[in-house]
């Protein structure tokens, strides 16, 4: 464990926080992608099921379990609590177009070719992407709630932070982990264009709104 | 595995 990865995972926790807030204090999920939250539940799942074989920390046991539940409750918030608020038709990216070309690169790149090593290779492939239907969505609808890009913004600090905690290992245990920089990376990539408008207007104390 | 993934990792 580094300063890097502890503030990456309490910015992951955060942006969970912040999301579940969202939906209880506005009693809405309106711009929240269902479809980026299911991946996450597949992400997660597929990603702990070591929960089941293995033992790395307290710390580690926790945060996978927090994950997995609190991302299932996200699902029960958007597809029951708070169904009304959810507007599918503007929830369009075709989810097959990600999950189809992570599984095929998961049987190529893994570490190892039993189940859960392709499983896990799969969480790390579906995971860079995932958030794709919602920036997808906030693209189309162009605009988005101040909370709303909260959560986006301390999701993409997360795993922005993953990075310099890579280097960081690579320097002190010369340690590299090929698929998860190369998906890490692209992961962080895709923020970019995202937290250029939150950085120049969001912060600034602006709407969130993209150029027509 | 390889001992190279990164499984701590959240």
Redesign the interface.
């Known amino acids: 464990m580094n300063i890097f990865r502890f503030f990456g995972d309490i910015s992951h926790l955060a942006s969970i926080f912040i999301l579940i807030h969202k939906i209880h204090t506005s009693r809405s999920c309106r711009g929240i992608s269902f479809k980026t939250q299911v991946l996450y539940v597949a992400v997660f799942v597929t990603r702990y099921l070591d929960l089941l074989y293995s033992w790395v920390s307290l710390y580690n046991f926790v945060m996978k379990v927090f994950f997995i539940a609190s991302s299932c409750y996200i699902l029960y918030l958007m597809k029951v609590r708070f169904r009304p608020t959810n507007d599918p038709s503007i929830d369009t990216f075709r989810v097959e177009y990600l999950v189809g070309p992570c599984a095929v690169l998961a049987l190529i790149f893994n570490y190892g070719y039993a189940v859960t090593e392709v499983l896990w290779s799969f969480s790390i492939f579906l995971e860079s992407v995932a958030i794709l239907p919602q920036l997808f969505m906030l693209q189309r609808t162009g605009e988005a709630e101040t909370i709303t890009t909260h959560y986006l913004a301390a999701l993409g600090a997360y795993r922005t932070l993953y990075i310099p905690n890579w280097i960081y290992r690579y320097f002190s245990e010369g340690y590299v982990d090929p698929i998860a920089v190369t998906a890490g990376l692209v992961q962080t990539g895709l923020y970019l264009d995202f937290f250029y408008v939150y950085f120049t207007k969001v912060l600034q104390g602006q709407k969130f709104e993209l150029p027509a | 595995?390889?001992g190279?993934?990164?499984?701590?990792?959240?």
């Open positions: 595995g390889s190279q993934s990164s499984k701590d990792e959240l």
